[in-house]
């Protein structure tokens, strides 16, 4: 009988604990909040002068997402493609990288080798060489990877086909 309670109590103790403040209803909170900047920033969509704007907000609901969504990952790769379209390259460079990095960590190999060949070819445009090498042979690694279908990683590796920055 004891450990029937035992086992009631922690059960009930785990229950307690999602549905607290920092349980589910916490995390429904920043999703919904991050939900919200999302739309913001695809309001200023078609505004160019504002794209700096969306830009700040779609990293800020990245930021809000749970480790596994695949949503932060896209909001950081539409930042940083708004941040090279309003011509900074090195918020773009760093915000690929970061894309790139979190689908990494989260499983999204081709999203991740992706992120790191257009990391890799800003990095070269801003005469950042030696980033841009280690950025392009990361994303030429990824290609590798059994998580990749063929036609993508023949398109990842054609990406650097003749170029400084192909893997030799």
């Known amino acids: 009988m004891g450990r029937k309670r035992w086992t ?3 059960i009930m103790t785990g229950l307690s604990a999602l549905a607290g403040p920092g349980g589910l209803s916490a995390q429904d909170t920043s999703i919904g909040h991050a ?3 999302e739309a913001e ?3 200023l969509i078609d505004q160019m002068k504002a794209w700096d704007d969306a830009a700040d907000l779609l990293r800020e609901a990245a930021a809000l997402r749970p480790i596994g969504d695949p949503v932060a990952v896209q909001n950081l790769v539409q930042a940083a493609k708004l941040s090279f379209y309003t011509g900074d390259e090195r918020e773009a460079l760093n915000g690929m990288e ?3 990095e979190r689908a990494l960590n989260e499983g999204d190999v081709l999203t991740a080798a992706t992120a790191f060949a257009d990391a890799a070819w800003i990095a070269s445009d801003e005469g950042l060489g030696e ?3 280690k950025l392009a042979a990361r994303a030429q690694r990824l290609a590798f990877s059994p998580l990749i279908g063929n036609a993508d990683r023949v398109r ?3 990406r650097f086909h003749g170029s400084a920055l192909q893997a030799g």
């Open 8 to 10: 009631f109590g922690l």
């Open 35 to 37: 939900a919200s900047l």
């Open 41 to 43: 920033a695809g309001s």
């Open 98 to 100: 970061a894309a790139g």
């Open 131 to 133: 980033r841009a090498l």
């Open 156 to 158: 990842l590796r054609e």
